[in-house]
């Protein structure tokens, strides 16, 4: 992994290492005076960050990873910050294709870190679409990801269109967010905005269409798309967290509640109050269209209020 070697705060490990899993799955683990974070180079995900309080592990984990997360190759983890692309939730042409796209399963190349004396670092991982990619996606693309890390989280993704053709693209960084009562938890920044509720759908499978008054709890299943949305969201809880995106045009609200995440063999009963998803991404409406040869790019940032 590149340049890990002379890293003062990077060093190399393993999920069988970290987690205890079955398979041992390359990972970056991550110690600087600011923060604590560990990120999986399948994927680009970032998969946890603690920051520090006068160089010590004392304040809260901001992000939420399973302990019954898989940890296996070509399978996708359950927590942290998956990168969704190139498309977001069920493919619109085919279902039976991979929800929410297949560059969160596969391995990402580590281009370049970047150490600051005060502690924070930035990690740039690079993605490239090959030829077997093409049954799932007839175009190729690259992606960037830049993952700013200090006393908070900036992360900036870059789509390129290698492909002689448009190039339809939605996607969005899956961020779960540690929660520590959810009965508690509501999110703010989304009041009297229109959205697609998947978690009801009409009878043709199609999503429910409503308006959101007020704050959004959590009383049972949440599974909001709202599109067209303002730069800031906010989760007011233990941490209270600020989300803000630049063209990161769509927000996406997530717990399965009890039902559906006893199902869920990586999440279970016992787990689903110990999280919530605030997304930011460009999905449905607000997805992106790249000329050939064209980019762009949407950053986030999560910082404690």
């Not at 680009?44 to 984990?61: I, Y």
């Not at 409503?210 to 299943?221: R, S, T, V």
Request: proline letters at 6%; a negative charge; charged letters at 20%.
């Amino acid at each position: 992994m590149n340049n890990i070697n002379n890293s003062h705060y990077i060093s190399s490990t393993d999920s069988e290492t970290l987690y205890g899993s079955k398979e041992k799955c390359p990972l970056i683990e991550v110690n600087s005076p600011l923060f604590h974070a560990v990120i999986a180079p399948q994927g680009a995900q970032l998969l946890e960050f603690t920051p520090k309080f006068q160089g010590k592990k004392s304040e809260a984990p901001w992000l939420w990873l399973s302990p019954k997360a898989i940890f296996s190759e070509g399978k996708a983890i359950r927590g942290g910050i998956p990168v969704c692309a190139p498309w977001f939730g069920v493919n619109p042409l085919d279902p039976q294709k991979p929800k929410h796209g297949f560059v969160r399963t596969q391995p990402w190349a580590l281009i370049n870190i970047i150490e600051s004396k005060n502690g924070s670092v930035e990690l740039n991982f690079q993605f490239t679409s090959s030829e077997s990619d093409l049954p799932l996606y007839p175009h190729r693309f690259q992606l960037d990801l830049k993952i700013m890390l200090s006393d908070h989280i900036k992360m900036s993704l870059t789509a390129l269109n290698l492909s002689d053709s448009h190039m339809p693209f939605s996607w969005a960084l899956h961020s779960y967010f540690c929660v520590e009562k959810l009965q508690d938890v509501h999110v703010s920044g989304l009041d009297k905005h229109q959205y697609l509720d998947a978690a009801n759908r009409d009878e043709a499978g199609k999503f429910s269409v409503k308006h959101q008054q007020g704050d959004i709890y959590f009383k049972g299943e949440v599974d909001s798309v709202y599109e067209d949305v303002g730069i800031q969201q906010t989760i007011i809880g233990t941490p209270t967290i600020n989300i803000k995106g630049e063209n990161c045009p769509t927000a996406i609200v997530w717990n399965p509640g009890a039902k559906l995440a006893e199902q869920m063999n990586d999440v279970g009963i016992e787990h689903y109050e110990d999280y919530i998803c605030v997304e930011r991404g460009a999905a449905f409406n607000d997805s992106w269209s790249l000329s050939p040869g064209s980019s762009k790019t949407a950053t986030l940032l999560l910082s404690k209020q």
